[in-house]
Structures are given as structure tokens and as C-alpha cells.
């Protein structure tokens, strides 16, 4: 499918009264909390007020001796503790200086409009092209940019030659801080989970050839356990895939696992695939028992996109010999189906891949080839699944793992 839309926070929430709220939560306590954020006490009350009112739920139980979370809080609390933890932590990376104001308080005092202003900068290239994308005049532009930076004590943009643009370290910050943002929306689809509400939406990158078809083998049942849940898949490269994945534009990657993992990912590794060279069926050399690298490099290939697991393979495979006639640069199942049916070419897969495929394709008794790649989930490091993202992954685990047959046995004897 296409690029997956980005989606930004449900609510509109003021990260100010997010904070009044974890402070309160945190110090079972509104007074206390009134004095740690320098607020009346009818300020701090009217503020949760107004949260619980835009979230639907109510999160604290007052008491004489004071303000508790119910249950619905404890899930609310967990995901705010986690928005301010990451925001913190893009602050600290981003050298903001609070001059004494603690960098939890300076997070809080940024606005969802300096927010969009930043996002619109960095996505326009400009401050002009910014300010006609949100239809604002440059001068209410500039202005929240430039609160921004007072706030944070820190440079955003600089000048070039073609207008004013955000600096690398402000297009990681705001990377980071979209991301926390999420975790409000992550808040909410577990508070519908409580009530027995599945029907939030899932995006899953799919790596090609094997990414899609495990995903393919495993999504008919998970709809069919939650039939109101909507899942969206993205298929890319591995680069596109781990990039949106880091900027939380996917919930979890699934597929062939790079290794080692890009920073501030992990990688999960569910089974070993190795690969093996594949042919139409009644291709001369699937009839003999064992094939040598000479043979494999007289024929035509067809070989993933430069950079993926698949081309980096080959690539090693005929790294000190012949190298073949690889005309056919490809990632795409169905056209590698096409091109082995209608001539004697040949072609690299998994062993999982050859196993789903059988009816096409037929393993040719050359091997092993090395190393074996595993197939597997990456997430975000630190990253925290909905219930119903974990659901997916536990099906998704049971099914790989224990739906993988053996390898072709020309392939074991390879």
C-alpha cells in the first residue's frame, strides 16, 4: 500500500494540563500539586476538570485525604508519565536550558501551536512556505517559532539560501516530541480496550516478499478475533520502513531483520530463514542433485533492489566468481513470479518464502548460503504496545513460529 497517512494526537490536550494531572497523580495530591506547579488550587482542579472532560473518562477519585487514580487513570497516568519521560529526554538531547526551571516545567510550557509551527517548517522547507501551508500570516508564524526557541533557550532555525529552515538537531527534537504525542493517542485507544472497545487502527510496515507474506498468513484470523480493529500496511524498502518506524508513522516493522538494529531500534527474531536459490518448476537444474556456482552464474537472475538483505546477498554470493546477467532489479513477489515463469531465470528467497510459495517455485540443490537471516519484528526501543497491538503480535509469534514447515529437503541436503 501507500504511504501511511500521519495521523497527530486525537485531543487536543495542553501538555500544561497533562502535567497538572501527572503532577496531581503522582503526589496523590492537588494542594501539593498546586504548589509544585505554583497554581491556585482551583486552578489545578478546574485544569483536570477540563482533561477528563475532553478524555470522557474520570481519572481521580477525590478523597478527604486526597486525589487517587481509578483505574481508568492508571492506564491515563501510565502513557502521560511516558509523554513527559520522552519529551524530557529530546529537551536534554537538544542542550534547552531551563536556567533553573526544570526541564520537566519547560516541556510543559510548550504549546501545540510552536509544535505545529516547527512541524510545518521542517515539512515546508520555509518559514514562508510554512506559514501558506497552515494558511497563517508570516508574522503569527515567526512569532511561535521564536517563543519556541525562548522557551527552550535553544536556536531552531538558521538562514540559507533559500529562506529560514529548522537545524538538524530541531528536526531529531521534534521527531522525538511527535512521537511522545502519540503516546495520548495510544491513552485513548486503552481506555476504549478497558471497555471492551477493539476498533483503533494498526499500521504495520512490511518488509518485501517475506514481510508480506507472513503478515498475509496471520491478518484473516486477527480480524476475524476483532472484527472492529482496522489494520493499514505500508510496504517499502528496508530504509523507508525503519525510518517511519523510528518516527512512529508505523507501529512495528515485520519482515527480514537487519542486523545489527539501526539506533533506537530493537530487533525480535522469531525464526532463522536461510536462502536459497529458486527456479520455475521443471527448470534443468531443480532435476539435479547437486549444483555448482558456476551453473547458478550462467543463468539470468533476478535480484532484490541495491541495499536490500536479498541483493546483499547475492552480491556476497558471487563475490569472488563469475558474476551472472542481472538485468532484473525487483522487490515485488508477483513480478518475480511472472519472470521465472516465462523463461529459466533465477532467483534468491527465504526458505519461509519457498515454503509459502511452493506452488510457484522450486528450490535449486545449491547451498548453504551464508549467513542465515532471521525473520522477526523491530520496534522502538523503549516502545510500549496497546493491547491491541500486542494482541496482533502474540498471534503473529504463535503463527510463525509454529507455522513454519521444514524446508524442502533438496534444500537441507543443499
Not at 500539586?33 to 474520570?58: D, F, M, N
Not at 531552531?156 to 529560514?164: E, K, M, Q, S
Not at 510500549?384 to 521444514?406: A, D, H, M, N, W
Request: glycine share 8%; net charge neutral.
Amino acid at each position: 500500500m501507500g504511504e501511511p497517512e500521519e495521523e497527530g494526537p486525537t485531543l487536543s490536550v495542553s501538555l500544561r494540563h497533562l502535567r497538572l494531572f501527572e503532577s496531581v497523580a503522582r503526589l496523590s495530591s492537588v494542594r501539593q500539586a498546586s504548589e509544585e506547579c505554583h497554581l491556585s488550587q482551583p486552578a489545578v482542579t478546574q485544569a483536570i476538570a477540563k482533561l477528563e472532560g475532553q478524555i470522557g473518562a474520570t481519572l481521580l477519585e477525590r478523597r478527604a485525604s486526597g486525589s487517587y487514580l481509578n483505574d481508568r487513570g492508571k492506564i491515563f497516568y501510565r502513557r502521560v508519565a511516558r509523554l513527559f519521560e520522552q519529551m524530557e529526554e529530546a529537551l536534554e538531547e537538544l542542550g534547552a536550558q531551563g536556567r533553573g526551571t526544570p526541564l520537566s516545567i519547560v516541556a510543559s510550557n510548550i504549546t501545540r501551536s510552536q509544535i505545529r509551527s516547527l512541524s510545518a517548517i521542517i515539512d515546508n522547507g520555509s518559514f514562508v512556505q510554512a506559514a501558506r501551508a497552515l494558511d497563517v500570516s508570516q508574522a503569527s508564524m515567526h512569532r511561535a517559532a521564536r517563543d519556541l526557541e525562548r522557551n527552550l533557550r535553544r536556536p531552531l532555525y538558521h538562514r540559507t539560501a533559500f529562506g529560514i529552515m529548522a537545524t538538524p538537531p530541531a528536526v531529531e527534537f521534534f521527531r522525538k516530541v511527535k512521537l511522545a504525542l502519540r503516546e495520548i493517542d495510544w491513552a485513548l485507544e486503552e481506555l476504549e480496550a478497558a471497555k471492551g472497545n477493539f476498533g483503533s487502527k494498526i499500521i504495520i510496515g512490511a518488509m518485501p516478499l517475506a514481510g508480506s507474506v507472513m503478515l498475509a498468513s496471520v491478518l484473516h484470523e486477527f480480524l476475524s478475533d476483532y472484527p472492529h480493529a482496522s489494520v493499514q500496511t505500508f510496504n517499502s524498502n528496508a530504509d523507508g520502513l525503519l525510518k517511519n518506524l523510528r518516527m512512529g508513522v508505523v507501529d512495528f516493522v515485520i519482515g527480514l531483520l537487519r542486523d545489527p538494529a539501526p539506533p533506537g531500534l530493537i530487533n525480535e527474531p522469531l525464526i532463522q530463514t536461510p536462502y536459497v536459490v529458486a527456479a520455475r518448476h521443471g527448470h534443468p537444474l531443480t532435476r539435479k542433485t547437486r549444483v555448482s556456482l558456476d551453473e547458478i552464474a550462467g543463468q539470468e537472475w533476478v535480484v532484490g533492489t541495491p541495499g536490500a538483505s536479498r541483493r546483499v546477498a547475492f552480491d556476497d554470493l558471487f563475490a569472488k566468481g563469475h558474476r551472472p546477467h542481472a538485468p532484473l532489479e525487483t522487490s515485488s513477489l508477483a513480478t518475480i513470479r511472472t519472470l521465472l515463469a516465462q523463461g529459466d531465470r533465477l532467483t534468491l528467497l527465504t526458505s519461509y518464502e519457498l515454503t509459502c510459495e511452493r506452488d510457484c517455485f522450486a528450490a535449486v540443490p545449491f547451498g548453504p548460503i551464508r549467513p542465515v537471516p532471521s525473520l522477526g519484528v523491530t520496534t522502538r526501543t523503549n516502545w510500549l504496545p496497546t493491547p491491541l497491538q500486542e494482541s496482533f503480535l502474540e498471534l503473529f509469534r504463535k503463527r510463525i513460529v509454529g507455522g513454519l514447515e521444514p524446508a524442502d529437503e533438496q534444500q537441507k541436503a543443499g
